[in-house]
Structures are given as C-alpha cells and as structure tokens.
C-alpha cells in the first residue's frame, strides 16, 4: 500500500502544473496567524519567536511533513517586520522558502486599532531525491534538475480593532512548476492565484477568568474548490486553552495548549483527516512553540497606570498642608501628625497587619499599595454618571489619603437627574482648587461627585487603550473625565466627538465642557 501511495504522491506533484511552494494550513491559525498573513507580523506588539512541526498521516511513508520557525515584531508601532522559514517534506521531494516580511501600519488609536499592509519577498528552494526511484522514461521526470531555486512572495492585509481582526491575504504571489530543467525559476506572477479571508472576534466573558476566541476562515483556489474553515477556542484564566475545528472536505481537530506568564506558549493538535484514507492512517499531529519577549500591552499598560498614580500621590504629598491642630495637641504630636500626613489609618488601600507600605526612599510602595486598590476596587465599583451614595465612615484625626482631594461642598450644586445623567452647566469659571481644570475646551466623558470615582473610570478606560485624563470643577463639585482637550479650538473638540462616534461604540454620551 505504501509503494502505491508513493506512486500517488508523484502524480500528484509531477505529472500535473501545480504551485510546488503550497502553503500548509496550520490547526492553530489563533497561535501564530504570522505563518499565513503577513500582516500578522508584530501582532504581539513585541519580539516573538515561532517554531511548529505538523506530520500529516502518520501511518503512511512519504506523507507530507512541514516543518517552520519564524520571527516577527513592530518597529517603532508602525512597520510590521518579519523573517519565516519552513520546509515542506513530500515524498521525494523537499521544498524550503525564506521570506522577508516589511509593511505599514496604521494606528487610529494608540495600540489596539489600526490597518496594516504586509509583502514578504523571498525564494524557494525544491530538492528531488531520485535515489530510491525508477523514473523509467517518463519525459517529465528525466529533464528535471535534482534542484532548483524559484523566486517566492505573499502580501496580506489585517484590520485590528480591540478583539476583533479582519484579515485577507495572499499567500503565493508566483506559480511555478514543481519540477524544473532551470536552475532558476521567476514563475509567473499571478498574486490571485490564491487566496485567504480570515475573521475573528475574542470574546472577553470575564478578564481574568475566562474569553472565548472563534475564527472563520474562506480559502480560495484558482484551480479548486474553495473552503471554509473554523475553529472555537475556549481561554481559563488566560492559562490553559481548549477547543476544536472543523475544515470543509479535510475534517475535524482537537487541540489545547498552555501560555505560561505570557512569554511562553505550547500547542497541540489532532486531525482526523481526510474519510477516504482514514483506513490506513493515524491522523495528523501539529506541535507549535512560541516565545514572546518583553512585557504585554496589558503590563505595560498597567505599569503606566502605576505611574501615572505614583505622580499623583506625590503630587498630593508635596502640595498638601498639614491639617489643623487641635487645642489638646501638643507641639510634638502637631509635629509628628505632620511627617506622618501621607500614613493613611483607616484606609481601604492599607493593610490590616501592617502600616502603610514604603520603599527605602520612603515613597509609597506602589506595588504593594495597588494590591489593596485591586481588591477594593472589586469590592467597589463605581459606574458612569450614577451618583455614589456616601458610606459613613467614623471621622479620623488624620485624613485619608482619598478624601484630600473630595473638597467640601458648600454650596452644593445639581449636576445630575434622578437616573445619574448630567444636566449641569456644559460652561463654567475656573476655581482653585489642586486638581482644577485648566481654561479650554474638553471632550468629556464621564461626571463623578467623588475623586474615586473619577479616578476608577479614567483607569478603566485607560486599560482598554484610551488615553484619558479628569479633573475638577469647583463651581459644580464634581470631577470630570474627558478624553481630549483643546486650549483654544471649540472646533477640534466637536469633530473629535464625530470622529470617536463613528469607530467605537465605547462612550454612550460625550460632549464639550468650557472652561473659562
């Protein structure tokens, strides 16, 4: 059986015109979709390196084996490059291509939305073992060069909008012969020979628990039947990851796989492969590797959000007197109140056993003060445009280190109807206090009566790629999200509102604020 499968294979490659650098199909287009749209490169947002084996039906001799390893990563966030090697082993004959991947990316927000536009260069080698085969006199065969060097390219095109991701590529921008007298072949450029549309949306159920990523995929063949692909990936606490997919015509596969710290990654899969020779074969099996190097955009995210707080502690550290002294303190405790301002009792942020974190320069330990804010914030959430009913809490000598910036509303103001939503002025007067909003114009998109408030809402979006800032207004009393700011140009702020309505969905109500 072994001897007429052979025979099959060569018919298949020799006999018939054929594009000899066909592109394998990975089971796990999720783990490295670099490996067939070159738009792909730098999807990470960081130096990565692939490396995968897929060993299609294992029972048979001489039946295809593709063997890869690529690097990809973005260059100053705006030009995807990218190096992929692989080998396609299929019977007799062996067939490595190296390509060059360089592009463009085009960013409508900082990381998370954007077009990009890929072309990889590069050659093929083919490589014929004709040891062990009687060619006898087939014209076809007794002409053909042991090996020859061909001229090979793809391009592709990604858009990429938070989880979701659009993508057509090209994968093969020259057909050549599989078998050639030449030891050079520039083929014949036909870039819609074919071709691949791939769709994807990651569904973020709980972010710390579990996501579900679904991918379609439509390949498309001049000289075949089209087909349609999918795949259902099931994500645990962004660790372990399950599912299945099922190509038209080919079968279905089973796969998992682990990401370890986010620089780390292993799958495997399993196909079924094709009914008609499942009789005598035992499947395929595809094992990929990835190794993603520096920090994720969700880290580096979090760390310039642990930056941005430690500017704003120290801005409250260095700019706040010390509070009043009472007719029953003494010159030392007035004087120890003051160096201990800043040491927070009765805080949500502190721990229980032990006072308030610091490091040797005798900062706040930031660190160890976001891990008490994570776990109230969950605890405490603060939604947009409701108004927080204040807990009563038992006064304290010594003020906490929230409650600084929540100034006392005198003369109270009423900036919201009974569902939460903003009625107050859309112009006001700049006051004095430390977090007052500068003369201008700003987009804003969220109103809160506490600093906490402000401040949760501000980080949320911040995480999810928007650069937010907030203040306060001490004419309404409240604090003010906005999303971009303008001194001087009313204009600029109105057409940033258009602009932002029509690629998100994110903000339910954003409008311009006037300071003068």
């Not at 052979?6 to 394998?24: A, R």
């Not at 083919?126 to 085969?133: A, C, E, H, I, Q």
């Not at 391009?155 to 090209?170: I, K």
């Amino acid at each position: 059986m072994n001897k007429v499968f052979l025979i099959i294979l060569l018919l298949l490659f020799f006999l018939h015109d054929i594009q000899c650098q066909e592109l394998p199909l990975s089971s796990q287009t999720f783990f490295n979709p670099y490996f067939q749209n070159p738009a792909f490169a730098g999807y990470e947002n960081r130096p990565a390196i692939f490396a995968g084996r897929k060993q299609q039906w294992t029972g048979i001799e001489g039946a295809p084996v593709t063997n890869f390893v690529n690097f990809h990563m973005p260059i100053a966030k705006v030009v995807p490059f990218g190096i992929n090697i692989y080998n396609d082993q299929r019977g007799i004959l062996s067939t490595t291509h190296a390509l060059l991947t360089v592009g463009f990316r085009a960013r409508f927000d900082e990381d998370n939305h954007y077009l990009s536009f890929a072309l990889s260069g590069g050659a093929g080698f083919n490589s014929v073992d004709f040891t062990n085969v009687n060619i006898g006199n087939d014209p076809a065969l007794l002409g053909a060069l042991d090996n020859n060097i061909f001229l090979d390219g793809n391009a592709g095109l990604l858009y990429h909008n938070q989880g979701f991701n659009f993508g057509v590529s090209f994968p093969k921008l020259f057909k050549t012969p599989s078998l050639s007298e030449n030891s050079f072949e520039q083929g014949e450029f036909n870039p819609l020979g074919r071709a691949t549309a791939t769709l994807n949306y990651k569904i973020v159920v709980n972010e710390e628990s579990f996501a579900i990523d679904p991918w379609v995929s439509y390949h498309y063949y001049e000289d075949f039947d089209g087909q349609i692909e999918g795949s259902l990936r099931f994500i645990l606490k962004n660790f372990l990851w399950i599912g299945g997919s099922y190509r038209v015509d080919y079968g279905a596969s089973a796969f998992f796989g682990l990401n370890i710290k986010d620089n780390f990654r292993f799958g495997y899969a399993y196909d079924m492969g094709v009914a008609s020779v499942n009789s005598f074969n035992n499947g395929s099996h595809e094992f990929q590797l990835g190794l993603i190097f520096g920090k994720s955009e969700k880290e580096k995210n979090k760390k310039s959000f642990y930056q941005r707080r430690r500017q704003m502690l120290n801005t409250m550290r260095g700019s706040q007197p010390p509070p009043a002294r009472t007719q029953t303190q003494t010159q030392t405790q007035t004087q120890t109140q003051g160096q201990n301002l800043y040491k927070v009792e009765n805080d949500p942020f502190e721990s229980k056993e032990t006072t308030q974190p610091k490091d040797d320069s005798g900062e706040i330990n930031l660190d160890e003060f976001m891990e008490g804010y994570e776990s109230e914030e969950k605890k405490d959430t603060v939604q947009q445009q409701r108004v927080r009913k204040p807990t009563p809490t038992k006064p304290t000598s010594k003020p906490s280190l929230l409650s600084t910036f929540d100034s006392p509303k005198k003369d109270e103001v009423t900036t919201r109807d009974e569902q939460g939503i903003y009625i107050g002025p859309t112009t006001v007067t700049k006051g004095d206090h430390l977090l007052e909003l500068e003369k201008g114009y700003y987009v804003i998109v969220g109103t809160f009566n506490s600093y906490r408030g402000a401040e949760e809402y501000s980080d949320k979006l911040f995480m999810q790629g928007f650069y937010t800032k907030f203040g306060y207004i001490s004419q309404t009393t409240d604090y003010y999200v906005y999303l971009f700011y303008s001194e001087d140009n009313k204009q600029e702020c109105e057409d940033t509102i258009e602009r932002f309505k029509q690629i998100t969905s994110v903000f339910t109500d954003m409008w311009v604020l006037t300071v003068q």
